[in-house]
């Protein structure tokens, strides 16, 4: 017998196309669990309706949403199944084909399976249209450590989600129910589940055929900022490492490679909702350095993803975009965001504080946020060329000359080196620093003596000693 669970809240829009796929099934020897898990629509009064006309359903009623105390045996129902039976689930708002039970079980049978899962189709949920799918060409079947590795990428989605699967009772006994461990990630852990269970499985196999539907829906959490979703793709990247030291024995450097592109993946979706989130902006940055200074994320830009088609064209786009967003917020920094930001700055370039110290930041991000960017990226040319083109207005501070100063150096560009010098030493007696404007001035006297524009910066120079007596 097959053991059904699906856990509908407020899916009456939905819920009867999923019911029916799993009624029309040809295989019929299963019992299918539902429960109303709180909902405030007609969710219940829909399971009610199907649980009076088919006993194979069994039907639950929660009072409130996602509450683990009521209906235990629904929640545990995979540890509950006896031995040569199997377990099966199915969301709400998606539907199996009318086969899935009978060839998913004539699939497991035949290559001697303790758990198998199938290919799915991907529906808009608006429009009814089919807007993708992710099904294998070929069957694949792992028995061995080796085989895991190899296969490995290939089957890694099929690794991701509950659904789409038919698990021996063996297996299903083996998934994280009630009870979870305190790091049990808040996203994702559908993917810790399916690891748990293709841990225990001896034998694990993809059918090569989409008997699965998905309906994409933008109410999904997938689309929802939770607290600790950042935390939670570093745990899935830890607990993928730990299930291929456990499954295979080791981790070859193709999968590790793989999972960085996993985790590159994870990372661009975790900050596409942060940006969207109504958290502060202070909260937003924070949870970003905390990404974006993590050690895996920069083990990631370390590696070569090439072969997977991230080079560092891409890596350095990632970067750019980042930095637009943080520029963005430039005038709601507070102290403590100046200094998650500038972590950021120097996660991308270690040597950006020697360019522009913390004390300057804010400065140059309401002025010259152009700078900032093509800094942190190491673009010294393009930063140089930008300094250009505002070092002349009378209100540029001497530390953004010395800035294009040290550009200069680096670039080795002797001439614009001796220009900004004179900027600098006109700032300097612009702002009425005429000390330090005095010893820079009678440093480059002695190695240009005749320099008209020396001379003219040298008669500023005593003209405002001369008011300032």
Not at 38 to 63: H, K, L, M
Not at 169 to 183: G, T
Not at 245 to 266: H, T
Not at 279 to 293: F, G, W, Y
């Amino acid at each position: 017998m097959i053991y059904v669970r699906t856990c509908a809240y407020n899916s009456e829009k939905t819920l009867k196309r999923a019911i029916e796929s799993i009624l029309n099934q040809t295989y019929e020897d299963f019992e299918y669990h539902i429960l109303d898990n709180g909902s405030t629509d007609c969710t219940g009064e829909i399971i009610r309706e199907y649980a009076s006309r088919d006993n194979r359903i069994v039907p639950y009623y929660s009072c409130k949403n996602r509450d683990f105390t009521e209906n235990i045996d629904f929640w545990n129902l995979s540890k509950k199944i006896e031995k040569g039976n199997f377990f099966c689930i199915l969301d709400a708002d998606d539907f199996y084909e009318s086969a899935f039970f009978e060839e998913m079980l004539c699939f497991m049978k035949e290559n001697q399976l303790d758990m198998a899962a199938c290919g799915t189709r991907f529906w808009n949920e608006e429009t009814g249209t089919m807007v993708g799918y992710n099904i294998l060409p070929e069957n694949v079947i792992i028995g061995t450590p080796e085989k895991m590795d190899a296969f490995f990428p290939r089957v890694y989605w099929n690794l991701r989600q509950v659904w789409g699967k038919l698990y021996s009772s063996e297996v299903a006994a083996e998934r994280y129910e009630i009870e979870r461990p305190d790091w049990f990630p808040v996203y994702g852990g559908d993917t810790i589940k399916i690891f748990q269970c293709v841990k225990a499985a001896r034998r694990f196999g993809v059918y090569a055929k989409g008997l699965h539907n998905y309906s994409r829906s933008p109410k999904s959490s997938s689309y929802r900022w939770l607290s600790g979703r950042a935390e939670a793709d570093v745990i899935l990247y830890e607990k993928a490492i730990e299930f291929l030291e456990q499954k295979c024995g080791i981790v070859s450097d193709q999968n590790r490679i793989f999972l960085y592109l996993v985790y590159w993946s994870a990372l661009h979706d975790t900050i596409d909702v942060l940006v969207c989130s109504q958290l502060s902006p202070e909260k937003q940055i924070t949870v970003m350095c905390n990404m974006i200074c993590h050690d895996i994320t920069k083990q990631m830009f370390a590696s070569d993803m090439s072969a997977w088609g991230i080079g560092e064209k891409e890596k350095r786009r990632f970067q750019r975009e980042i930095i637009h967003w943080l520029n963005k917020h430039a005038g709601e920094y507070s102290e403590k965001i100046l200094d998650r930001a500038m972590e950021i700055y120097l996660q991308f370039n270690p040597d950006f504080s020697q360019f522009i110290p913390k004390g300057q930041l804010l400065w140059y991000l309401r002025r010259m946020p152009q700078v900032v960017e093509t800094l942190a990226l190491c673009e010294y040319e393009k930063a140089l060329d930008f300094l250009e083109g505002v070092l002349a207005g009378e209100d540029v501070l001497p530390f953004a000359v010395q800035l294009a100063q040290s550009l200069a150096a680096l670039l080795q560009r002797q001439e614009a080196y001796v220009l900004y010098e004179k900027l600098y030493i006109g700032a300097l007696i612009r702002q009425g620093d005429l000390q330090s404007a005095e010893a820079e001035l009678a440093e480059w006297e002695r190695i240009l003596p005749e320099d008209g524009t020396l001379v003219r910066l040298r008669r500023q120079l005593e003209e405002k000693k001369g008011r300032n007596r």
